[in-house]
């Protein structure tokens, strides 16, 4: 028998839904704005910048910290970002029906998949609250630094590959000085390589 109420924000739904019609219409609306929000952030050089309480950014002195903004290059990272939330989705999903098909690389197209799974998803999936909860997360994410308000920053992956090993595991951990290392591999970027490693990661 299935459940009376809707796997997110447990409303009631008609019988043949997991989810109910709202919730439906709303992951759909977030799922069409993340592009465009995702876009935005990486067209923006000022919004990958620290934040700064002065109205105009200070001269270059060795306490100004790195000039990059830690939690952006995480939500434009692909290994972090919400391609590497909604690939993995889109994979399980296809899993689910039978597709060998692989998942699209880019925001959009991950984005416009989603759409034309959600129909599938609401009315058969059973972690499909856990969906809409994550396509929320990364709509909130984004839509938070692109209109201003700023989280405290999450750990960023080392860019490093390691000739042996693959992909460094290890995290960047930022200094006073404005230098950036990780303490996995040794790699250490002084100030002015930094915006150069912001770059690198935004890729």
């Known amino acids: ?19 109910c019609n709202n919730c439906q219409k709303t992951s759909v609306r ?46 434009l990272d692909k290994r972090t970002d919400v391609r590497a939330v909604f690939r993995s989705w889109v994979e399980e999903i ?3 029906l039978g597709s060998n098909t692989k998942p699209p690389a880019d925001v959009r197209a991950l984005c416009d998949r989603l759409v034309e799974l959600m129909p599938w998803a609401a009315s058969n999936h059973p972690a499909v609250g856990d969906l ?3 396509i929320k997360q990364q709509h909130k994410a984004l839509e938070r630094v692109v209109t201003g308000g700023r989280v405290p920053p999450k750990p960023v992956p080392c860019p490093v590959v390691i000739p042996d090993t693959g992909d460094c595991k290890g995290t ?8 950036v290392s990780c303490r996995v591999c ?11 490693l912001g770059a690198l990661l935004a890729t």
């Open 30 to 75: 977030w799922l069409r704005e993340i592009p465009k929000l995702h876009a935005a952030l990486d067209a923006d050089d000022w919004l990958k910048m620290p934040e700064r309480v002065e109205a105009e950014r200070p001269a270059r002195s060795a306490t100004r910290g790195a000039p990059a903004n830690l939690h952006v290059l995480v939500l």
């Open 1 to 19: 028998m299935s459940k009376t109420t809707c796997a997110y924000c447990h409303n009631s739904k008609d019988d043949d839904w997991i989810l």
């Open 94 to 96: 296809h899993d689910r």
């Open 172 to 179: 960047l951990t930022l200094h006073d000085d404005g230098s």
């Open 186 to 196: 040794g790699s250490v970027w002084q100030f002015d390589d930094w915006q150069r």
């Open 132 to 134: 809409v909860y994550e």
